[in-house]
């Protein structure tokens, strides 16, 4: 054993990388349809950090790791937090989120004022069960000492644990019926026109009768096809290909035009066909679909967009990124100049630019090293959370100054991977040997007090959200992961409801409660001295 602790110790990023592989192994053990995933990197961090003290990797490591997760999140959902702000779902979902934090703040305290429990542990407790780092590193600054960082270290384990054992034990409970993501697709009929009420109107005045979320997109007449220009006028007997998200928006069109007549455009692809191009040529990417102005001889139309596994309605304000597949309506004769306006190649699946990401990285790093005067507090810096906050700025605006900000999804995704396996690798072995330290030296009681503290932040959401509210169980996931903070619950709340909501609740939870956790630590001291 201690000649594999020296090659351990000698050799630190052997160490990180061998941790990282057997934490994913022990991640996909499953049991009765629990298991850890990803967060068990953690936990086989901490047995290799206690095991092999002087193998911990740099903190550098870590920070970069938390770094680029931050940022590919606050990229990608940058739009959908803003519009949390402004909608009433998503200031319900803050409150909730506010109202965790806060009780597990106060209960965090109550062990500093009812037990002699220090207030650095008590502080350290509370950023654990948060498992934020930034939080951490605010309560050491202020405190002047490591104590948060013993608190820290015992609670960081119930801070992962916790929630996705609550999530899983919810999720058995209920039985909630998720329909996955990838189950998304558009709907398309073909009617033929026979209501009087839309006969000699054009296209676009039609379609302002017909449901929100369907859209006409070709138009056939005299024996021909072609897509269906806003100015086109339909006539008796005229087909129209109608495509939407829901059977049920088709059956309403199928009323107010007249009836279902299928073959009729499919059947006949002489003057219009369909194809698939990929979204990769800079000049495109960025842009809404509504400044693009298609080339070819006839007026060709975008009819459907495929990003990851789902399928979007085509918006007149969607904008375009690198790797979304674009379906267009044309003529065989302009497919060749529809791929090379397009860029039609699958590197644009992984292809991003370095440039955006460096200039977006570095101002997170300089707005979270920007100390901000606090009034009878002192100075407050945000750390790491600056760079989500800079990451959802500019992918509210995904692009600026001819820098598209966005990154392809499935590049997103490795990088999100990516850093969150090395920020749990890094923490934990670094946390590793204080862990076992604290948990010899005061036996179960800081356990305990990490695990109540724990309780009462994800409790209190669950029961809000699950039976308060009825709000749908992906949805309050997110939200727990978010109010949590940790990358690790998140990707568990991915793996029980494959949707887009866990990510989306996150975005739009996790930088606020961050902010929040970071002020509570830095202004409460103030009132214990």
Known sequence: MDVIKTLLEQQPMMALFLTIAIGYLVGEIN??????????VLFVALAMGWFAPKAVPSPM????GLALFLYTVGVQYGKQFFIGLTSASGRRANLMALIGVALSGVVSLLFTKFIDLKLGYSLGLFAGSGTSTPTLQAAIATMGNDDPAVGYSVSYPFG?????????????????????????GLQFVEIAVRNAAALGRTVSEIASKLPA???????????????????????????????????EGLQQASSYLGEVAPGQIL???????????????????????????????????????????????????LVLEFGDRVGVLANRADFGLLRKFFGDSIKGTAE????????????????????????????????????????????????????????????????????????????????????AATVTETGLEMLGLGAVVLIVLVLPILILGLWV??????????????????????????????????????????????????????IIPAFFS
């Open 31 to 40: 049991i009765k349809g629990f298991s850890l995933g990803v967060g068990a």
């Open 61 to 64: 490591v870590g920070t970069l």
């Open 160 to 184: 992962v644990a916790g929630p996705i054992l609550f999530l899983y034990f919810a999720f058995m409970m209920l039985k909630p019926k998720v329909q996955p993501t990838t189950a998304a």
């Open 213 to 247: 979320d369907v859209q006409i997109v070709a138009l056939r007449t005299a024996h021909r096809s072609r897509p269906a220009s806003p100015e086109l006028v339909v006539v008796e007997n005229d087909v129209v290909f109608v495509v939407g998200p829901s059977l």
């Open 267 to 317: 059947g006949d692809r002489s003057h219009i066909d369909y194809v698939r191009i990929f979204a990769s040529r800079p000049a495109v990417v960025g842009r809404t679909l509504s400044e693009l102005t298609l080339p070819g001889q006839e007026a060709n139309i975008v009819v459907q967009v495929r990003r990851g596994d789902a399928d979007i309605t085509p918006r007149p304000d």
């Open 352 to 435: 991003f630019s370095y440039i955006s990401i460096g200039i977006g990285m570095a101002l997170g790093f300089l707005l979270g090293a920007i100390q901000f005067p606090l009034p009878g507090v002192g100075k407050l810096a945000i750390g790491l959370c600056g760079v989500l906050i800079v990451a959802l700025v500019l992918g509210r605006f995904r692009r600026t100054v001819g820098i598209n900000w966005t990154i392809p999804l499935s590049a997103s995704l490795v990088l999100r991977n990516l850093g969150l396996t090395l920020f749990l690798a890094q923490v934990g072995m670094s946390s590793g040997p204080k862990f």
């Open 469 to 522: 509210y009825k709000m749908p169980y992906d949805e309050v996931a997110g939200i727990v992961a978010g109010a949590c903070g940790n990358p690790a619950i998140l990707a568990y709340a991915n793996k029980l409801t494959p949707t887009d909501r866990p990510d989306l609740g996150y975005a739009m939870i996790f930088p606020g409660m961050t902010i929040v956790k970071i002020l509570f630590v830095n």
